[in-house]
């Protein structure tokens, strides 16, 4: 047997070996969602791979009873995978036709699972089935439709091995150039995309074309370039194979020894990798090197032992191959009544193979007369399915408007709930609107009406001639006292309004606040005089604060006015500052006062709180803490009330520290 008649063979083979493992890999496309029904599906598939080949008959009967249930489920994902697997197992053991069948139910679900890769790959699988019949021009016809979706998916795996497929069907009908043709678009597929599609098979290919041709050198550089690929990459049968088409590559390169060595290796390497059907088929070729070194009673010997080993194992096509051998050798050596005898046996169990091959035939159409009544009953419950999903989904399709509907009253609801939410608080905003328009109108009613209306009696008095000259000097002492009072309250008031109006922000600068707290001290004296009391300022030299002047100058006034106000005759009012964080400095007036109810302390600065008087009966609008703590605010700060233990209050407020 030459290298291209043997090689032709192999390739073949591993050809349909490899589709056959991409039909068994690509069954984990498209797995169910459901964790539990995928278990189940695969033990499915477990159990149809388990049954005997002679038990066809068993395995359609399970394999129908699971597509029935599946398909009462209209589970398409399980479907699939049941329908992949057995077009994998009728395909391995003959029954081709059926193994169409299931291939093409396959590519439909595929097809409805719109995975386009499982069907470019299930097409392919096909086409194998075409030309492991002889129908080369169908299954050119199926590789070409699979190249075309494969193309338009941009699925550029499926092309290459689409080409590949191709190049071997042009391999096995003899037209070489045409397959080297094919492999060279997959090189140019993989220089294009930088990829390495189907590159051992390239390899070992692509040598067996130069083999054919008769370029033996650059053969043997392909094939050891498949090998090298294949040991980098793990895979145990392609070692072996490129084993086996080196060393006939070496045979027919009269290398006899390196020949068997080469053999041996790839021999040992399947045993030892449990590789029981690739060892056998590769140690077929050791006898004809024997036979090219005239060692015709060993390789004689080895044929008999190989074919009690074939058969054992169920190879009846390699137990046939090798009784053709023997019939050869015998003929070789003109022992013609062992070439006779061998010939009846090669006779024999070519006859046994006939009549198997017959029985899968009546196999199959008694199998495909039951399939055509199983089909029907499928089209049945899936016309039945496919009323129930259009029901379910117009249900579906309802439940999603009704679900819609209550999304956007929930956003209506929820959006009136915001839109109430800011009504109220403008409520709030608008009564403690109302309550600080009402202090307003009090204190210019009350206080400052009430100023003007002393002056402007005492005045009438001067005019009319009615005090003497040391009384009128005590009225009008007290005339600018109360003008000095109302003018102040009014700055206040201007001030409070400037910051109340938009476009009228505060102006924050850097100044030393000694001056401005010893002018507060001088707008109170005549009050600090009258009470006794002794104000003292604690270390505030050379202190300076970056904020709004006319606000610093407010607060502290404000403050000061309130501890005078608290504080009993000959009472103590501190000034002074302490550390606070980094960036900040903190302002403290201390008096030693009536102090503040510790429920009073919280809402000392609200608009809502009310004046009390003093400790002279003094009077105030309530309104002087209040923006205080505005003013405080808009500066970056913070200010609180505290009760001194041993009595009084001391309140604090915060402001950034200056730099000079």
Known sequence: MGLFQYSLRLQLLKLAAVCMLLLVIKLGYGQSSAVDDSTKVNNVVRGLRKIEPNAVDSFI?????????????????ALYKVNKTASYWLSKYGYLGLAE???????????????????????????????????????????????????????????AATYLKLGALRTRQNRIEEALAFYNKIDSLNA???????????????????????????????????YDLAVKEKLDVEQVLAYQNLGLLYKEKKQFKKAYETLIKGLDLAKQKGLKETALRLEVNIPLLLVEQKQFDVAEKRYLNLAARAKDNGLDDLVLEVYHNLVELAKEQQNYKSSFNYLLTYNKLNKVQQDAQQQRLLAEAAVSLGLY????????????????TRERNILVAILIFIGLLLTILIFMLLRLRKINARLDKKRQQLAVSNNVKNKLFSIIGHDLRGHQGTSLGILNLLKDGDL????????????????????????????WGKSQIKGEPHQK?????????????????????????????????????????????FIIRNLLAN??????????INIYS?????????????????GIDPEEIKSVFESYSTSKLGTNNETGTGFGLTLCKEFVNANGGEIWAEAKPTGGTVISFTCEKGKI
Do not use: W
């Open 509 to 553: 600068t850097m100044f030393e606040i000694l001056p401005i707290i010893q002018s507060a001290i001088n707008l109170n004296s005549e009050a600090v005089y009258d009470k006794r009391l002794s104000v003292n300022i604690n270390s505030l030299e050379n202190v300076s604060v970056y904020m709004d002047k006319n606000h610093f100058s």
């Open 373 to 388: 009544r199983a089909n029907n009953e499928i089209l049945e419950n899936q016309n039945l399915l496919f009323q129930k």
């Open 578 to 594: 302490a550390p606070f964080e980094s960036n900040y400095i903190k302002l403290c007036v201390s008096d030693n006062g009536v």
């Open 468 to 495: 003497n000259k040391e009384e009128a000097q005590l009225y009008l002492s007290m005339i600018i006292k109360q003008s000095e009072s109302a003018l102040s309250t009014l700055d206040d008031l201007l001030l």
């Open 101 to 159: 069948k299931y291939n093409l139910d396959a590519i439909n679900l595929a097809k409805s699972l719109k995975n386009v890769f499982s069907q470019v790959n299930d097409i392919n699988s096909l086409g194998v089935l075409y030309a492991k019949r002889g129908d080369f021009v169908k299954a050119e016809s199926v590789f070409l439709s699979a190249l075309l979706l494969a193309e338009k998916s941009k699925y550029e795996q499926g092309v």
């Open 61 to 77: 009967n399970v394999t129908d009873k699971n597509l029935q249930k599946y398909s009462a489920t209209s589970n398409l994902h």
């Open 563 to 572: 501890a005078v106000k608290f504080t009993p005759i000959a009472g103590e």
């Open 192 to 226: 294009l995309h930088h990829t390495h599609y189907n590159e051992g098979d390239l390899l070992g290919n692509k040598a067996i074309i130069y083999a054919i041709k008769g370029d033996l050198d650059r053969a043997e550089s392909l094939f050891k370039k498949s």
